[in-house]
């Protein structure tokens, strides 16, 4: 399969092959079947966030018991580590910045 370039913004969650001009998307390199994987990741990880937002709403649950929480944290891994096998070399090269990659 031919891969195509597509532009992610993980704040507003979106996978688009058009560049949007007032923000700074990652860029990626991805095959169709890339493309569905990295979707249902950010999708797992706004179901995780909205499960938290509800969460925040009992007080007698505390944050580092919930486990909305602990699964947004490795989607938003997951999502980076495949951005950044995707990406190119300016995106490769901000993920590793970051230092969010155990593996980087």
């Known amino acids: 399969m031919e891969k195509k370039k597509y532009f992610v913004n993980l704040a507003t969650q979106a996978i688009t092959q058009v560049q949007e001009d007032d923000i700074n998307p990652y860029t990626i390199y991805a095959t169709g079947e890339e493309i569905f994987h990295l979707r249902e990741i950010l999708t ?41 096998d995707l990406g190119d070399d300016k995106t490769k090269m901000h993920i590793e910045s970051m230092g969010i990659l155990d593996s980087n």
Do not use: C, L, T
């Open 44 to 84: 797992e990880m706004h179901d995780s966030d909205m499960n938290s937002f509800w969460r925040a709403h009992v007080p007698y649950v505390p944050y580092h018991n919930d486990k909305s929480n602990d699964s947004y944290d490795e989607g938003i891994v997951s999502a980076f580590q495949m951005i950044h």
